[in-house]
């Protein structure tokens, strides 16, 4: 649960060795109640192996129910799903 204004971010981590994610995308089932915000990538590059993350971010915008999906293509398919209820 969350309320109008709030960022929700679904994170994907992995290492920095080939390979590297091959395509990432989000989702909101009503963007009226959680729009996406877009996919961002941060590299870590510390000690003898680094570690990537992708995050997707969402802005909670008015009261009701939505799905929220992240799917990243890395070593086959990932999906990632958070129900969000914004009050």
Known sequence: TVKPHDTIVIEFTYPINPPLPKS??????????????????VINVKGPLGVGRLGAAFMAEKAGKATLTFDVSH????????????K
């Open 24 to 41: 990432a995308a989000q989702k909101s089932s009503d963007p009226d109640v959680v729009k996406g915000l877009g996919v961002q990538r």
């Open 75 to 86: 070593l086959g398919d990932v999906k990632m799903t958070c129900e969000v209820e914004v």
